[in-house]
């Protein structure tokens, strides 16, 4: 069987490679459009079981391997094929009457399940006939196993980066067909002459369903309960912008009706100004500023925002994801001398540059702005001679509450190493202000005043009461944290604004209980001693609370995860069983994921054993050494996304550096794989030198990754090369050697191992956010390094694990 | 054999309407007992109101047999219609009288405005949905002839009609919009809920005081056990 010609071989290479980089592609394209239709971590939820696609794939190879192989000659393109067409199919599907599907229904509406098992079933098809493809492949061509996964993960690598750099120019509606057609090209090339001419019919047809979804993709139906879809319910709503991005679908919407005025005091008699709603993937975002260079009043001057203006006026301002143009605009209204604006989204800034320059005012091409489309800590981290007055962080939380779906999105800028870089860029009376939403059950308030008190600690600061001031309206409570003791003026000027506008005090150096609530009740009679009990460095206090309020650091930087595990119960006793999920939705629909991905590996695990009842032993070396690998692989892929997020500041670069270096290097070591003699020192060796240069990256990556932060793009990209690289040319050989090992010991384990490959790197991706979110990515490091020198130990024993020494056998 | 099965037909065709509401009315009492009077809603107008109202009529179809459950229910746009003893408290909380006069802002299923059209003279209420809006005006005007149904921007208020002795601003939002704290009476008050979709309502009262001042309360409908201890 393996005596493949020369050139059909060339050619399923290719294939392959095509076909891998539609499967990323698509899975890709999914994930941006279900987080469009619903949100991010829904999309992940769904992914992950369409992604088991890949072990139910092995699942079958093993239970029916000899059927399979005989027929590959025909059957891998049609898979191919099938896989292709599907993908192109899958989503629009899902827009049609009884499949659409909204998750915030699904807590409310029992009909909604089985809604959901069919979107699960739609989306795994494509991934299950597109896995099946290559898993026959790669059994089929065991000795040859280096050149095939290398192909694999080259075509992987490259299709990731395409689809990247297609999301900044097509919507991503089109991206599936486009993939799909790439899987029908690859089945193209892999048929044979016998086959040719169905395969060509099939081309030709799907060729025709391509151009007819790309030329009429449709509108993406997002869920009623976005607020894109909300606002669309105003009367008059129009959307007037829409571009994609490699951020998201930016859509800008205008309505008579729809007006920007976030907790705006009630002693505003004015009119609030009608805005221009921005809107990213289907959620708020904006609004669209009206700014003239005369204007010295503004909206915000009547929220709690204004504080910091209220105890000094300052002139150098750095503004943190900036995004929407309200805050830019209000600092501009009082003259600063200069401002930095971090502003992440390029998409944006372009978008208000020269779409909507005019109507802003020129606002974001003012003479005196500076915008940096980066990571605020990349930015503080490469100019350590800047200084500000005013550090401005963007309002936390949201009305009404976001239900935890944050929950799980690392946020670097506000973790305790985030506020001491910050500290250290004020001047010296210098100030940073925080606002949020206030919560009930209070979190985001209690989280963000324990990070300013431990800032102050950590500065060597005792008396964080001298340091701290907060002002509280019905709707917002604003921090500001002064770099020097604030003076009795700017305690006289924070009353006096408080009162003009009927918000009240919260914090000061001579706070008194009677005027926390002049004016604003608030609903938690013990909110006033909590806070108290913070400002005390009440440390028992802030560890037994109900929530997880214990300021985020960089180890874990998941600000709005508040989640206890243990006290879901109880939780559920006080707020009700219903309400649980919408407390804390994001961190629930992870564990949902991770229970769900875990329950379907053990059984395309566990259902081939039967199978392999009767093949020689070492089915525990083979599910130890293969189930390492997937996880260790993935763990590592996330650490390092995360590491070099902060590095080049830009999630979207740090992606795409991490995957296509990672891939392309492990192709390229399981290439060079094939030359090293299939004996399990290899897999012993490799695996041990993997686990020690991973070891060293545990204690040093952050530390190199930080002295080099501020040196020039091209060094940076040398480095990073190199750091992702060299351990991925390594990793990159250990399936291969593992693969040709077992086909040689017994051929029947191979499908199973390429299954169980797929499962745990499904699994791995939600178990390393739980254990990063529980125990921080030391944690998950350290486990990643565990799993490579498990899959060592697996050929240091091979003798006593598969019980005799390795036999070649005949393959097919 | 057919004829014989004529009359067991006609007789469930003639009944059936009849147990049906027996069953809605029975729901809608022991919504009031359980739901509502248990959680300490005292004022006999709401509870008299809420057990009229046939809250079922004001549900999507699809709704209807939870139509008496202790929760939110999806209404179509992205809007709910709210829990019973929210709809209950946020009546009693403006304490109404008969010869009020109150607007809605957001009349949204139209059952907020039944209650209060059960107790009250006058409720002017305001839908931007337009769909929505029209589907309410139907329902309420086939019951009642005190309620007033426009479907506008709920921003400016009802200025016609103004000022109002109470405000009950059904759709959260993130500002309170000037016209309505200027449409309120002195001495008035506003209820205004908080909170996203389906999550647990939280309740704020603006009271406009004589002299013009204006203060907030947060309201936490269920008094919840202080929840700032692990064990």
Redesign the interface.
């Known amino acids: 069987m393996n005596a493949t010609p020369e050139h059909a071989g060339t050619r399923l290479i290719v294939s392959l490679a095509l076909h891998s980089a539609a499967i990323i592609a698509f899975q890709l394209a999914l994930m941006q459009l279900i987080s469009i239709v619903q949100w991010h971590h829904f999309a992940y939820m769904i992914i992950s079981v369409a992604m088991l696609g890949f072990g139910a794939s092995g699942t079958l190879l093993a239970l029916a391997r000899e059927k399979l192989l005989a027929n590959s000659d025909w059957l891998v393109p049609l898979l191919m094929t099938i896989s292709g067409l599907c993908m192109m199919g899958a989503f629009p599907i899902t827009r049609i009457g009884f499949f659409q599907f909204d998750v915030y229904l699904l807590f409310v509406e029992s009909s909604q399940f089985p809604v959901l098992a069919a979107n699960y079933l739609i989306y795994f098809v494509p991934f299950f006939t597109g896995a099946l493809a290559i898993g026959i492949l790669f059994i089929k061509h065991t000795r040859k196993i280096g050149t095939y996964y290398f192909s694999n993960l080259l075509g992987s690598g490259i299709g990731g980066l395409l689809v990247l750099f297609v999301f900044g120019n097509i919507y991503p509606q089109l991206v599936p067909p486009l993939a799909g057609l790439f899987s029908v090209i690859a089945g193209l090339l892999g048929i044979g002459r016998k086959y040719y001419r169905l395969h060509l019919v099939i081309g030709i047809l799907a060729i025709a369903t391509a151009t007819v979804l790309i030329r009429q993709p449709g509108s993406i139906p997002i869920s009623q309960y976005k607020s894109l879809a909300q606002a669309m319910n105003l009367p008059g709503a129009k959307v007037i912008y829409s571009n994609p991005d490699i951020h998201g679908l930016i859509e800008v919407v205008s309505s008579p009706a729809l007006r920007f005025a976030p907790a705006l005091s009630l002693s505003f008699t004015g009119e609030v100004p009608v805005k221009k709603n921005i809107f990213v993937n289907g959620n708020f975002y904006g609004v669209i500023p009206q700014y003239s260079y005369e204007q010295t009043t503004h909206i915000l001057d009547y929220t709690t925002q204004a504080l910091p203006w209220a105890i000094q006026e300052g002139k150098t301002i750095l503004l943190i994801n900036a995004g929407e143009g309200a805050p830019l605009a209000h600092t501009f209204s009082r003259q600063p001398t200069h401002v930095d604006a971090i502003i992440p989204n390029a998409g944006v800034v372009k978008m208000m540059k020269t779409e909507f320059a005019e109507e802003s005012g020129g606002l974001f091409l003012h003479d005196d702005l500076q915008i940096h489309t980066k990571e605020a800590r990349n930015f503080l981290a490469s100019v350590s001679r800047k200084s500000y007055d005013l550090i401005l962080l963007p309002q936390q939380d949201a009305f009404g509450g976001t239900a935890g779906i944050n929950a799980l999105q690392e946020n670097y800028t506000m973790t305790l190493e985030s506020f001491s870089l910050m500290w250290e860029h004020l001047n010296p009376d210098g100030l940073i202000s925080v606002s949020t939403w206030t919560d009930y059950p209070s979190r985001t308030t209690l989280k963000l005043l324990t990070t300013l008190v431990q800032t102050l600690y950590d500065k060597g600061i005792t008396e964080p009461e001298q340091y701290i001031a907060a002002v509280r309206s019905w709707g917002t409570i604003t921090f500001v944290l002064k770099k020097t003791p604030l003076t009795e003026q700017e305690t006289k000027k924070i009353r006096a604004f408080s009162n003009e506008l009927f918000f009240d005090p919260m914090l000061l150096p001579d706070i008194r209980a009677e005027e926390r609530q002049r004016y604003n009740m608030a609903e938690d009679e013990d909110f006033f001693s909590y806070v108290d009990k913070i400002m005390a460095g009440d440390r028992r206090f802030v560890e037994e609370y109900g929530f997880m309020i214990q300021p985020a650091r960089d180890d874990k930087p998941y600000f709005s995860q508040f989640l206890k595990l243990k006290n879901i119960r109880r939780m559920a006793e006080i707020f009700g069983g219903g309400q649980v999920p919408f407390l804390e939705l994001g961190y629930l629909i992870v564990l949902v994921t991770l229970v769900q991905s875990v329950f379907l590996a053990l059984l395309f695990i566990i259902l081939p054993l039967l199978r392999l009842r009767k093949s020689r032993q070492g089915k525990g070396g083979t599910l130890l050494y293969f189930g390492a690998l997937g996880i260790g692989y993935m763990f590592v892929e996330i650490i390092l996304i995360q590491r070099f997020v902060l590095y080049f500041g830009h999630p979207v670069y740090a992606i795409s550096a991490v995957i296509s270096t990672m891939l392309v290097a492990s192709g390229v070591g399981s290439l060079i794989s094939g030359k090293l003699p299939a004996i399990p020192r290899s897999p012993t060796i490799i695996g041990l030198l993997i686990g020690i240069m991973l070891l060293g990256y545990t204690f040093l990556l952050t530390s190199v990754l930080q002295w080099t932060i501020a040196i020039t793009l091209p060094l940076k990209i040398i480095i990073s090369f190199l750091l992702i690289g060299i351990p991925s040319f390594f990793k990159g050989m250990m399936f291969p050697l593992g693969i040709r090992f077992i086909s040689e010991y017994d051929v029947s384990q191979t499908p199973w191992a390429w299954g169980i490959n797929g499962s745990f790197s499904v699994i791995s991706t939600s178990l390393a956010m739980l254990i990063a979110v529980e125990s921080g990515f030391m944690v998950v490091m350290a486990v990643a390094v565990s799993c490579y020198l498990i899959a060592s130990a697996v050929f240091i024993f091979h003798r006593k694990i598969f019980r005799q020494n390795p036999k070649p056998q005949s393959i097919h | 054999m057919k004829k014989k099965l004529i009359f067991p037909l006609l007789l469930l065709v003639c009944i059936a309407p009849e147990v049906w509401a027996d069953s809605f009315e029975r729901d809608r009492n022991a919504m009031v007992r359980s739901q509502i009077r248990a959680r300490g809603i005292r004022d006999h107008a709401t509870l008299e109101a809420m057990r009229s109202v046939p809250r079922h009529l004001y549900v999507p179809a699809a709704q209807m047999r939870f139509a008496y459950h202790d ?4 209404i ?3 809007q709910t219609i709210s829990q019973p003893y929210i709809v209950a408290y946020m009546t009693e909380i403006i304490r109404p009288k008969p010869d009020h006069k109150v607007l809605e802002i957001g009349t949204g299923s139209g059952y907020q405005a039944a209650i209060l059209a059960e107790i009250i003279d006058q409720v002017y209420t305001i839908e ?3 769909p929505l809006g029209d589907q309410a005006r139907r329902k309420l005007e086939a019951q009642y002839n005190n309620v007033h149904v426009k479907i506008a ?1 709920g ?1 400016y208020g009802w200025e016609e009609h103004a000022p109002f002795d109470a405000i009950v601003v059904t759709a ?1 939002a ?5 016209p309505l ?2 449409q309120l009476k002195a001495g008035g008050r506003m209820i205004i809920p ?7 309502q ?1 309740l ?1 009262l ?1 009271e406009k005081k004589e002299d013009g ?8 409908p269920v008094r ?8």
């Open positions: 929760r939110p229910l999806p179509g746009y992205g931007i949905i337009r921007d921003y959260a993130e500002y309170i919009p000037p704290v200027e908080v909170g996203s979709p389906f999550q647990m939280h704020m603006v001042e204006i203060t907030t309360r947060s309201l936490m919840f056990v202080p929840f700032d201890r692990a064990d």
